[in-house]
T-cell receptor, first 119, second 110 residues
């Protein structure tokens, strides 16, 4: 149980295009979903926390107009990287939790990530 | 600033041997501590989660310990297998957010 599916797994696109990444909880309803970014050989960096039906809470330094997050249902959250540039190339990972907020004792279940390469 | 430091940064062990990974943190107030395993190019998978009152928790060949007084945790891998090759991440939660360690990369060789 507790499977999180992330799609696509790999994206290569030209600079200036927008890319949408989907995160779905397949067998449970996720109260909260999280989006992370990970650079090679570095740990995950939380970008934003989203609760279904409300606006996402972005971490300091993360541009909310650049990284649009929509959490329309308890099983789906999307991250759209708008007008992507080479510096946006990274590994983006989502996670979903039954708990409220990142401090919850409920474990976070991670997707397998999306490798984004901007040419 | 809340910090989570893991050591060693990487290690290589022979199949069948044991190893122990360390995690020191300064996160306060403390809510819980989690260990995750992340295979290359994949998302992290939860191994253990411990709250303040828990000193040890096992998940198969993985055993995590927690000393909340010294703010230290360890992850012990017993009888390592080739499939244990991965990055192991220590994550500490306060009442608001998670703080991630940089991970320890474990390579198990036959």
């Amino acid at each position: 149980g507790a499977v999180v599916s992330q799609h696509p797994s790999w994206v290569i696109c030209k600079s200036g295009t927008s890319v949408k990444i989907e995160c779905r909880s397949l067998d449970f309803q996720a109260t909260t979903m999280f989006w992370y970014r990970q650079f090679p050989k570095q740990s995950l960096m939380l970008m934003a926390t989203s609760n279904e039906g409300s606006k996402a809470t972005y971490e300091q330094g993360v541009e909310k107009d650049k990284f649009l997050i929509n959490h329309a249902s308890l099983t789906l959250s999307t991250l759209t990287v708008t007008s992507a540039h080479p510096e946006d190339s990274s590994f983006y990972i989502c996670s979903a939790s039954l708990g409220q907020g990142p401090y919850s004792n409920q474990p976070q279940h991670f997707g397998d990530g999306t490798r984004l390469s901007i040419l | 600033k809340n910090q989570v430091e893991q050591s060693p940064q990487s290690l290589i062990i022979l199949e069948g041997k044991n190893c122990t990974l360390q995690c020191n943190y300064t996160v306060s107030p403390f809510s819980n501590l989690r260990w995750y395993k992340q295979d290359t190019g994949r998302g992290p998978v939860s191994l253990t989660i411990m709250t303040f009152s828990e000193n040890t928790k096992s998940n198969g060949r993985y055993t995590a310990t927690l000393d909340a007084d010294t703010k230290q945790s360890s992850l012990h891998i017993t009888a390592s297998q080739l499939s244990d090759s991965a990055s192991y991440i220590c994550v500490v939660s306060d009442d608001y957010k998670l703080s991630f360690g940089a991970g320890t990369t474990v390579t198990v060789r036959a």
